[in-house]
DNA sequence: CCGTATCCCGGAGGATACTG
DNA sequence: CAGTATCCTCCGGGATACGG
């Protein structure tokens, strides 16, 4: 563990403060997308599995959301032309790769479940 | 890599979505949380260092998030009666802890310098 | 130096109604 | 079903001025 704290230190030293976490931030954004990102980790889903796996966000935030990871190139919008229409989300490998991030976020949570009271 | 992403699914399913990764959303919240808790995985660090650390938030602002990490537990406040007075944080153990998910951060931001925009 | 006290604003996000 | 279009609310966070 100090390990981990000594390379944070050395690794960022004498550059823009946090420049790595500060581009991570840039991206887990809001108050939905990592939960996005979290429910998508164990595959695919369309837009109203995702709405009701989260809490119901309302339609727009979660489009504004979405439209915004995929943007970045965290995941990818597939329309199938189907009545009903059926539109799925998926990570793309960059998406995946911030499966270290929730993964220790959901360690963390999970080790102190008197925290954010 | 496939091995964390089962994990994930394994320990959170049927239970409330992302119930660990949302307590800990829930205390690296806001603009600035990420990034005070980063400065003083570093070491202990004065109200004045914090602030010209990153790029100068409001006292407001930073006063507002010392005090929320402070009554969550995961930084300390010690003020030293002198003058000109002096104050330090200090992260706690708990602190400490979130260490792992800050190196996940960093690791990811930089190795996707193209993200975020 | 390290705050607190006010005032204020932008923009994320919700509510509702409507469409392909 | 999966959005879009509007309107509106709320509050995180900045600016400024002042206090111990």
Redesign the pocket.
Known sequence: METIVSELLERSAGRPAGCGVERTLKVL?????TLIVRELLTGPK????I?SAL?????????????ALEHQGILT?T?YAEV??????ELTEQGHSLSGILHAMLVWGEQHPDAGG
Request: glycine content about 6%.
């Open positions: 954004d809001g108050k939905w997308t369309r837009f109203g599995e709405r809490s119901s966000p309302s339609a727009k935030t979660l489009t504004d959301r979405l439209r919008r329309v009903p229409p059926r539109v799925v989300y």
